[in-house]
């Protein structure tokens, strides 16, 4: 049987797949390949690259080390640039490449210990991409160029946006590619703000969530017959922006600990999956 993960985009919620992949990696549960959207691109990359506990160790000294400004440095002109439509954008990526290349410099995605695809999205025909070779750190700066927010990427003739403004669960490709048990890792999204986000940043990412999170529930309809579909339920109530990377270490912990639960309880097969985990 071959097992893929699946990790879905949501920017600073990100850090919940870091949670589930601790669970996982404690049940010695492995994938033969891993395909990502824009955050969960770069969780799914390192996880591919670094595969077993000892590298989801890593990746969590990582979250844990991250401010908004090493991910989305604020810009006033920059943004007034987006604003007046002398720009495509409104946060340099700048900071993101340094953090990546920083980690992952001279990775390859057909090179990776665990094969790893990279979803994006051409800006031109809306067409979804899938990247399975060439320079990592480019099809990660592809993947999570967040429509508005960051610059469209020029890669192999295309140009590219964020995976998720299409499929930001790419369970699809996971199937294509030939699996037979495909775990979904998603972020979730914040379900229980006390008031809406403050920033324009922080109200894109999170309306961004809110419309890409029911593409899930469509193709777990649409696949659950056809493979061994396990999503693992995220955490809700929260009430975490997308752009807020101070809670990274509370993200991990919950829900590396409501995985934990889940998989103890044996509930990783039927339907239902996409409801989240009550805390």
């Not at 900071?95 to 094969?115: F, I, K």
């Not at 998603?186 to 986000?197: I, K, N, Q, S, V």
């Not at 969530?209 to 995220?234: F, G, K, Q, S």
Request: net charge negative.
């Amino acid at each position: 049987m071959k097992t893929a993960f699946v990790l879905a985009g949501g920017g600073s919620l990100g850090a919940v797949e870091v949670g589930m992949l601790s669970a996982l990696a404690d049940e010695s549960i492995q994938p033969d390949l891993v395909v990502g959207t824009s955050v969960g691109a770069v969780n799914g990359v390192w996880y591919a690259t670094h595969p077993g506990p000892e590298g989801v160790l890593a990746l969590t000294d990582l979250w844990t080390s991250l401010s908004r400004n090493d991910v989305f440095p604020i810009r006033p002109v920059r943004g007034l640039l987006g604003v007046l439509g002398l720009s495509d954008h409104l946060v340099p990526s700048t900071a993101l490449r340094r953090l990546l290349r920083a980690h992952l410099s001279g990775t390859t995605l057909e090179n990776t210990p665990v094969p790893a695809h990279v979803g994006a999205t051409d800006v031109l025909s809306g067409e979804e991409v899938l990247l399975s070779e060439g320079d990592a750190v480019d099809a990660l700066m592809a993947s999570t160029a967040i429509p508005a927010v960051f610059p469209p990427v020029s890669l192999g003739g295309r140009y590219l946006m964020d995976g998720g403004a299409v499929n930001n669960n790419p369970v699809s490709h996971a199937v294509a590619l030939g699996a037979d048990r495909v775990w979904v890792l998603p972020t979730g999204y914040a379900c229980d703000l006390e008031r809406p986000p403050r920033s324009a940043l922080a109200m894109a990412l999170h309306a961004l969530t809110l419309l890409v999170n029911h593409r899930l529930a469509v193709d777990v309809e649409r696949y659950r017959d056809e493979v061994d579909l396990r999503v693992v339920p995220p955490l809700c109530p929260l009430s975490v922006s997308p752009a807020d990377f101070s809670r990274s270490r509370e993200l991990i912990d919950a829900a590396h600990e409501s995985t934990v639960d889940w998989l103890a309880a044996g509930r990783t097969g039927g339907p239902g999956l996409t409801h989240p985990v009550t805390r």
